[in-house]
């Protein structure tokens, strides 16, 4: 199949997915989301490889415009996915700012620190 490689390859098969025609069939974000619940780890670039081979043109040649789509729909599917066994879904990343001013004053970390 154009533009899918080995690793690739062996995922789709691993899937259920033998043919272009199977992946076309189903859908290329379907096909990419298979992959996915299976447990691997794809990147987009295996979602524009697969619409690359669907439109039988090289992965790069998928207009922004159809990537964009890709993306989105993809996203969409991997948000309805559950949390991974065992871990929690991942809150929002936050960033703390620890003003100096604010810190707690331990002198005996400090002598230790200018001993080293």
């Known amino acids: 199949m154009r533009n899918i490689g080995p690793k690739s390859a062996a995922w789709l098969r691993q899937v259920g997915l033998r043919s272009l025609h199977?992946?076309?069939?189903?859908?290329v974000v379907e096909?990419?989301?298979k992959v996915r619940r299976a447990g691997f780890k794809p990147s987009l670039n295996l979602l524009y490889a697969l619409e690359g081979a669907v439109l039988d043109c090289h992965?790069?040649?998928v207009p922004d415009t159809r990537r964009t789509e890709l993306v989105t729909a993809a996203e969409a599917a991997i948000a309805l996915l559950p949390p991974p066994r065992g871990r929690p879904a991942a809150g929002p990343v936050t960033t703390t700012i620890i003003d100096d001013n604010s810190m707690p004053d331990f002198p005996e970390m400090r002598s230790e620190m200018r001993s080293e």
């Open 59 to 61: 992965w790069q040649e």
């Open 31 to 33: 096909a990419f989301m």
């Open 22 to 27: 199977e992946i076309s069939d189903i859908g």
